[in-house]
């Protein structure tokens, strides 16, 4: 069939590290997925940390803005070809006008100086791919991607934005070209640049795929998989090989791999695609809707601070609750640290204990080792 040879592709900002990644990141595309039969959809983020970058932007650090202009003009250098400086300057002309607006309202103006992290991303891809000759179909996720008009959060209208990409789909399998648009932003019904909340690229690749039908998407990242802790604090961490939708939710409610909450939705609602995340040596992660682990391990430890206290979640399913929670003690009692309250939020796969102070890098290992340990 004609749909099965679109898969979706996100490009994370983690990959897209300094003014050479974008060439690279092509290469690699192009030895991973591109062959006569499959068409990508190309989904692109940020350059790694430019949102957080913009964001102190949008709170008066206009400082940072020759930095970001330097950066931006030797990517496009970089990459070459007559067009790409001149476009390149042109949003940087733009972003440095609304930068110094002060006239526009505080949660319109964020969203518009956060979007030119994955604009100006996307031009950088979309002409490093044309530099190799690929047919790119550029998108402007503002004509495509409708939202809803919560600046810094906003939802998508998936009933609109199915209607543009069907336009899109058959285009592109008429032609063959391969579409790329900027994740993370939208459009509202007044024309106004949205932000889908912080790693809103995912929700963007979820939603082309659920909407269109696409069996897999594939979220392109400098890791082999989500870990099963993170490894900053965890010394051996390992690739979680299989989670399901619920897994993932509640994985992005701790902030696990910065998945964006929202990014299941459109897989529950419309078309349980499969994610796979990781990179070209391996994507060692696949979420399904349904996945068919049995194990009676869980698959994360989540830790997280709050204020004086913290929590760490046990996320997985299929686990015996009350059985985690005697071995998580167990575990604990040895190194003489307790929890003062273990909570089994209803209705997820999780078990959430919580603490009255701050965790160690120990103490977490040991829950990580006690109840996961190692591959
Ligand atoms: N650039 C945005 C962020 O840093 C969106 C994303 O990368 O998914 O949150
Ligand atoms: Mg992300």
């Known amino acids: ?121 996307k031009i950088l891809l979309a002409e490093a791919m044309r530099q190799k000759d690929l047919p790119v179909l550029e998108l402007d996720a503002c004509n495509t991607i409708v939202t809803n008009a919560v600046h810094g959060n906003a939802k998508i209208n998936y009933e609109k934005t199915l209607k543009n990409l069907i336009h899109i789909k058959e285009e592109v399998l008429r032609n063959n070209t391969i579409p790329v648009i900027e994740g993370f932003i939208g459009c509202s019904d007044n024309g106004e640049i949205t932000t889908l909340g912080r790693g809103g690229s995912d929700y963007t690749a979820t939603t082309i795929a659920a909407l269109l039908a696409i069996k897999n998407v594939y979220l392109f990242t400098d890791v082999d998989g989500v870990y099963s802790a993170d490894p900053k604090l965890v010394s051996s961490p390992i690739i979680v090989r299989s989670m399901d939708y619920s897994e993932g939710v509640e994985a992005a409610k701790y902030g696990v791999k910065r998945f964006n909450i929202k990014m299941f939705e459109p897989l529950i609602k419309y078309y349980p695609s499969t994610i796979y995340v990781g990179n070209e040596s391996r994507f060692g992660t696949k979420i399904q809707k349904a996945s068919n682990a049995t194990g009676s391990k869980p698959k994360i430890i989540a830790y997280k601070n709050l204020y004086n206290r913290s929590l760490i979640a046990i996320i997985g399913n299929n686990v015996d609750r009350a059985k985690l929670i005697h071995k998580a003690s167990l575990a604990l009692s040895e190194i003489n640290v307790s929890f003062s309250a273990a909570i089994l939020p209803p209705a997820s796969p999780s078990v959430v204990l919580l603490f009255n102070d701050k965790l160690d890098a120990q103490t977490i290992n040991t829950v990580h080792d006690a109840l996961i340990g190692s591959e």
């Open 1 to 121: 069939m004609n749909e099965e040879r679109l898969m979706v592709i996100k490009i994370g900002g983690s990959v897209l590290s300094d003014v050479y990644s974008y060439p690279r990141v092509v290469d690699k595309i192009e030895g991973l997925f591109l062959n006569e039969e499959k068409i990508p959809f190309i989904v692109v983020s940020a350059m790694k940390g430019f949102t957080d970058v913009l964001l102190n932007v949008s709170k008066g650090d206009i400082k940072m803005l020759s930095q970001i202009e330097q950066l931006y003009m030797d990517a496009a250098i970089q990459i070459g070809g007559s067009g790409t400086i001149s476009r390149v300057q042109r949003e940087l002309f733009l972003l440095r006008k609304i930068a110094v607006d002060n006239n526009i309202s505080l949660d319109i103006r964020e969203d518009l100086i956060l979007s030119f992290g994955e604009r100006i991303s």
